[in-house]
T-cell receptor, first 113, second 114 residues
């Protein structure tokens, strides 16, 4: 158990819909990262927040957005969903934003029908 | 544009033998490399890392080798155990204004046969 929790574990929805994925980092960790893993793909970095502020953006679509709240939990919002958005979405947290200290949650599997 | 590549999607090894997982990268700015292990229904877990100023790092049964000139790294597991069966991801980092984000390979599924 990494200490990072993600909800829901599974999500099935239809094209065009909007969903919100939630991540609670390890206690005390200030950094939250979001990654997407599509079929046969590596994990693709989406976005990084540190203590409520956006630090870096990766290959995140304009239809996707994220935020980190004062209690440090984070939400990833996916809108106008397409079939290709079906993937595993992982959240990771770290205390100081160092790559060698990222702890990953179990992921949310999103299926868009 | 896949900057980190793992060209072998799978590898099978007998228990007790050496497992060698390979990874290539294209971005010469990467300065930190990591290996993660992932079991089904779990997130990746950090296994071992190496800085670009080193060419070898060892931790128990796990050793990572870095060849900067070839832009290649490898993970050696010896002796391999059935519990090592998992998907292994190679990852690399470049300090983008302090953000230290990770670029992952597509993973290699290791099966250790008892």
């Amino acid at each position: 158990d990494s200490g990072v929790t993600q909800t829901p574990k599974h999500l099935i929805t239809a094209t065009g819909q909007r969903v919100t994925l939630r991540c609670s980092p390890r206690s005390g960790d200030l950094s939250v990262y979001w990654y997407q893993q599509s079929l046969d793909q590596g994990l693709q970095f989406l976005i990084h927040y540190y203590n409520g502020e956006e630090r870096a953006k990766g290959n995140i679509l304009e239809r996707f957005s994220a935020q980190q709240f004062p209690d440090l939990h984070s939400e990833l919002n996916l809108s106008s969903l397409e079939l290709g958005d079906s993937a595993l979405y992982f959240c990771a947290s770290s205390a100081r934003g160092l790559v060698n200290e990222q702890f990953f949650g179990p992921g949310t599997r999103l299926t868009v029908l | 544009d896949q900057q980190v590549k793992q060209n072998s999607p799978s590898l099978s090894v007998q228990e007790g033998r050496i497992s060698i997982l390979n990874c290539d990268y294209t971005n010469s700015m990467f300065d930190y490399f990591l290996w993660y292990k992932k079991y089904p229904a779990e997130g990746p877990t950090f296994l071992i890392s190496i800085s670009s100023i080193k060419d070898k790092n060892e931790d128990g049964r796990f050793t990572v080798f870095l060849n900067k000139s070839a832009k290649h790294l490898s993970l050696h597991i010896v002796p391999s155990q059935p519990g090592d069966s998992a998907v292994y991801f190679c990852a690399a980092s470049v300090d983008l204004m302090g953000a230290n984000n990770l670029f992952f390979g597509t993973g290699t599924r290791l099966t250790v046969i008892p």
